[in-house]
DNA sequence: ATGAAAGCGCTAACAA
DNA sequence: TTGTTAGCGCTTTCAT
């Protein structure tokens, strides 16, 4: 393999045409340019027999373009992400684009980076899920003249799509305290909420919707009733093993902020026998399948990934570049639990 | 923003400077190039102030590299290669690389168009993770002159790394043998082996190492004991209820082939009561954290998604280019179930 | 310590 | 119906 890469340039060579003629027949062109069509084979035959490869970089330079369709996320594995992953490569295959999906940790920095080579590729579009630093790349795509939306997580003044925090956790909310059967202890007796904290975007919506809906229903509402403790499972195993241990068991209503905080109470409930579940009701905010079929119900918000992604794709289209939020209701998944015959009344 | 984007030409204009030493400055090689400490900083401010940003496509162009790193999954929504996603990141931004990660949806046409896409952008390496036509991918890296690795899934006569799949259905096969309760009925007192094809290399795999296992100890083994039902949930959801019609239970032994599988099965188990389960024992080739809790014990294999991308970089780094197969092993995970009072023993 | 200039591979306007 | 040519923005060798 020492030869060199075949170019348009030994392609003209070889037939004795123009580098030009065999542009045009290569990217598709020729039919406009009126190539003769016994030209145009000979020269894809040229092409094909000594494995001529496009070169994308001299394209792009010089038609400003690159037809990459960028794509960021804070990472990969996370069922809400890859999903919507998942969907902009679909979308993004649909126009004929380049799909580049990049992760950035959640580090603000990494962010910045990321954007900047992004943009330096010269990528038609960017679409940014659960931004750090949103003021950062808002600036980065405005001086570079990228079209740019922010998805799960809005940017100030930009076109942003994001998913129903208030509106999802008023739902959960609600289904725990219909749910929540009435138990003596007054301690017991009260809705909590685990996991996450207050600083992020989705999480101060989901425990505001949580306050003002048990407020609105006249239910207490204390400040130990409210436990931010992040979203390591580990912190919530702590909180949670904590919690129950002043409190002598599981309070009647359980909002539990996200999947990952999920995990670490089913770490702490793994030694507990049936009936320490039996009256308390559960919410996760967030989905995962195999969770529906644990032996206590769980109830479930799945945020819609794929109606995210497919609204900021319509945004992108409307030529309308004013800065906008719209919103995608998230849905209440109810619970599929095993004992039926147990938890079906209130399930 | 009618302007159009600043490039070292109008940098060096604008402080009379040459093109080549702007270049220089804005690169970091200006000290080799012995370029003035002033003028270096002068045109880092220039360049600051006007919002310069980097061509990399012609940079690209000129250098024949670009600096990009690729990676190809079959789908994002899959915890295994997300996780995989995750650790190429990490470490293709720990070499100052641009980690580029493309979806194929597992076909094969779409693979090939996805190498060519990148290969035209002059990606510096290649990493396929579950390819679908290996030697297509093969012969387009090779004649591109890129470098290659196969993850998951091995090709031909290419360096590969891939997951222990007999080793680690072997492991499997023997714990739920070992677990497997001993019933009256002899048609329920077999293993039984649900999910996937025969087709795929790693179900081939799986599937060998779960007869010879059973075979080597002296177990039974029919055909009807193996149940190729492919991947969707809802195949297996109806294949493992017509198994426990027909055998009138749960067999006291059953491998699962994957999670999607698995979920399909919980589909099915998600009305039967508690002592369906009590009599058999599961286990499932892949990882879940949350199936870990289920109310009854589920064996699970955890593939090393991290090691096998960490052994496919000190591949890409030992200059031997011959091909070669390395392998991975895969982790036997013990089910953390709840109901430790009862399914204790045979946890 | 810096400038000049060639050229990476492709496209597109203009000729012929 | 095809050829010619001028760049796209950057790097790099050779001058100075």
């Not at 969907?87 to 684009?97: P, Q, S």
């Not at 207050?198 to 204390?222: C, E, H, I, M, P």
């Not at 195993?237 to 909002?255: D, K, N, Q, T, W």
Request: hydrophobic share 40%.
């Amino acid at each position: 393999m020492t030869q060199s890469k075949t170019t348009i340039y030994d392609i003209a060579k070889l037939r004795g045409v123009s580098p030009g003629t065999v542009s045009a027949v290569l990217n598709g062109t020729w039919k406009q340019r009126r190539i003769g069509e016994k030209t145009a084979l000979k020269i894809q035959q040229i092409a094909d027999e000594h494995g001529y490869t496009l070169n994308l970089q001299a394209r792009g330079l010089r038609t400003a373009r690159s037809g990459i369709a960028g794509f960021i996320v804070p990472v990969h594995d996370n069922r809400f992400f890859a999903s919507m992953s998942h969907a902009f490569e679909a979308e993004a295959r649909n126009r004929d684009l380049c799909p580049v999906i990049a992760s950035t940790s959640r580090d603000p920095e990494q962010e910045a980076r990321t954007v900047e080579t992004l943009i330096a590729h010269a990528i038609d579009f960017l679409f940014i899920a659960g931004a750090n630093d949103p003021n950062t790349v808002s600036a980065l795509c405005k001086s570079a003249n990228v079209p740019y939306i922010f998805l799960d997580l809005p940017g100030e003044n930009a076109r942003s799509v994001v998913s129903n925090n208030y509106g999802g956790a008023e739902m959960l909310t609600r289904k725990i305290l219909e749910t929540m059967p009435s138990v003596e202890d007054a301690r017991l007796a009260k809705p909590y909420y685990i996991g996450g904290g207050n600083d992020d975007y989705a999480s101060t919506l989901r425990l505001k919707a949580f306050k003002d809906t048990v407020l609105s229903t006249g239910g207490q509402l204390a400040d130990d009733q409210i436990l931010l403790c992040g979203y390591a499972p580990s912190h919530a195993e702590s909180e949670i093993a904590g919690l129950c241990e002043r409190l002598g068991g599981l309070p009647s209503g359980l909002f539990i902020n996200s999947i990952r905080t999920f995990e670490g109470a089913l770490s702490y409930f793994v030694n507990k026998p049936a009936h320490f579940f039996a009256n308390t009701s559960i919410g996760v905010y967030d989905y995962d399948p195999i969770s529906a079929f644990l032996q206590f119900p769980i109830h479930m918000v799945r945020q819609d990934s794929k109606g995210l992604v497919s609204k900021a794709f319509e945004l992108l289209d409307s030529k309308d570049e004013s800065a906008r939020l719209i919103i995608i209701e998230p849905e209440l998944v109810a619970p599929r639990t095993i004992y039926g015959s147990f938890f079906s009344d209130i399930g």
